[in-house]
């Protein structure tokens, strides 16, 4: 079956820095991948996904994520961190052979330091 | 606009007592879920339909009950048997049939009294 490791519960880096949200997938066929956010008492936006394309993805709100096969990894990255990134953030695998749905990762909060 | 509707976005629940949470959805969308959220636990499943009139039971199904009696809409019961109901609980769907993006509805509350 196919999973996801999210590394770090809370994240916290300065405005501007680097945005750097870890995520390491377990399948053994080659996986789609997927990038959520939430903000306070809503529901998940889709940030990006992988579905075996390039292997750099870029999403809404300046995140992107590479897929590293090599490394099972598929991190999440934004150059430059502004206030209104602050939220949590859910990773997910979609499964497949009669396990058609998404599995998350624990999620991790990310918060923006002025 | 296309989209999917949870209500109520808070509830009350006496113990004891079984509640329904809505979700339904105008995306014509084949496939449901009902997600369960706490704290540092992430998102894990309840219940999903792939289509009307069959539906499987997710990770935590115990003490929830689900039917899938139209297209639109995919209600959920938290029953007396859930022991730990208070929580918050996440509706999605996606298209089926290879379709993997998940659209989420806002979000119900739910908290024993």
């Known amino acids: 079956a196919q999973s996801v490791t999210q590394l770090g519960s809370h994240v916290s880096v300065s405005e501007g820095a680097l945005v750097l949200l870890r995520c390491n997938y377990s399948?053994?066929?080659?996986?789609?991948l997927f990038w959520y956010v939430q903000y306070p008492n809503q529901g998940l936006q889709l940030l990006l996904k992988y579905t075996s394309a390039a292997t750099l993805v870029k999403g809404i709100n300046g995140f992107e994520a590479e897929f590293k096969k090599s490394e099972t990894s598929f991190h999440l990255t934004k150059p430059s961190a502004h206030m209104s990134d602050a939220a949590e953030y859910f990773c997910?695998?979609?499964?497949?052979?009669?396990?058609?749905?998404?599995?998350f990762g624990t999620g991790t909060r990310l918060t923006i330091i002025p | 606009d296309g989209g999917i509707t949870q209500s109520p976005k808070y509830l009350f629940r006496k113990e004891g007592q079984n509640v329904t949470l809505s979700c339904e959805q105008n995306l014509n969308h084949d496939a449901m879920y009902w997600y369960r959220q706490d704290p540092g636990q992430g998102l894990r499943l309840i219940y999903y339909?792939?289509?009307?009139?069959?539906?499987q039971k997710g990770d935590i199904a115990e003490g929830y009950s689900v039917s899938r009696e139209k297209k639109e809409s995919f209600p959920l019961t938290v029953t007396s048997a859930q022991k730990n109901p208070t929580a918050f609980y996440l509706c999605?769907?996606?298209?089926?049939?290879?379709?993997?993006?998940?659209?989420f509805g806002q979000g119900t509350r739910l908290t024993v009294v």
């Open positions: 399948s053994s066929v080659p996986p789609y």
């Open positions: 997910a695998v979609w499964g497949y052979f009669g396990n058609e749905k998404l599995t």
């Open positions: 999605a769907s996606t298209g089926g049939q290879g379709n993997t993006e998940a659209f």
């Open positions: 339909s792939q289509i009307v009139n069959d539906f």
